[in-house]
Nanobody, 120 residues
Framework: AQLVESGGGSVQPGESLRLSCVAS????????MNWYRQAPGKQREMVAG???????????NYADSVKGRFTVSRDDETDTLYLQMDRLTPEDTAIYYC???????????WGQGTQVIVSS
């Protein structure tokens, strides 16, 4: 099982980035997927989550700090998770990690992370 993030980089405040996470070796569509981030000297925090397409359909949730600026989405055809990040601020600087959880199978997977730097 592998989750591979990409799309990080260095941008100026107000700019946008789109992160991707490609999954392999897992039944992606069964997994609830999340984006976490960890800033220097801080604990890892969940940024956004998206459920699997179950009985209640796909649902998303966001940390208050990113609501209205970040959008999480998934493509179960290509086993890819996305995070569109708009109006970035220096406080968004962190390593961003992809996470997948399949509760029924007690399965949890993490990616290696991708660095996002927002600085003028």
């Amino acid at each position: 099982a592998q989750l591979v993030e990409s799309g990080g980089g260095s941008v100026q405040p107000g700019e946008s980035l789109r992160l991707s996470c490609v999954a392999s070796g897992i039944t992606f569509r069964r997994y609830h997927m999340n984006w976490y981030r960890q800033a220097p000297g801080k604990q890892r925090e969940m940024v956004a989550g998206i459920t699997s397409d179950g009985r209640l359909g796909i649902r998303t949730n966001y940390a208050d700090s990113v609501k209205g600026r970040f959008t999480v989405s998934r493509d179960d055809e290509t086993d890819t998770l996305y995070l569109q990040m708009d109006r970035l601020t220096p406080e968004d600087t962190a390593i961003y990690y992809c996470n997948g959880v399949w509760t029924e199978m007690h399965a949890v997977h993490w990616g290696q992370g991708t660095q996002v730097i927002v600085s003028s």
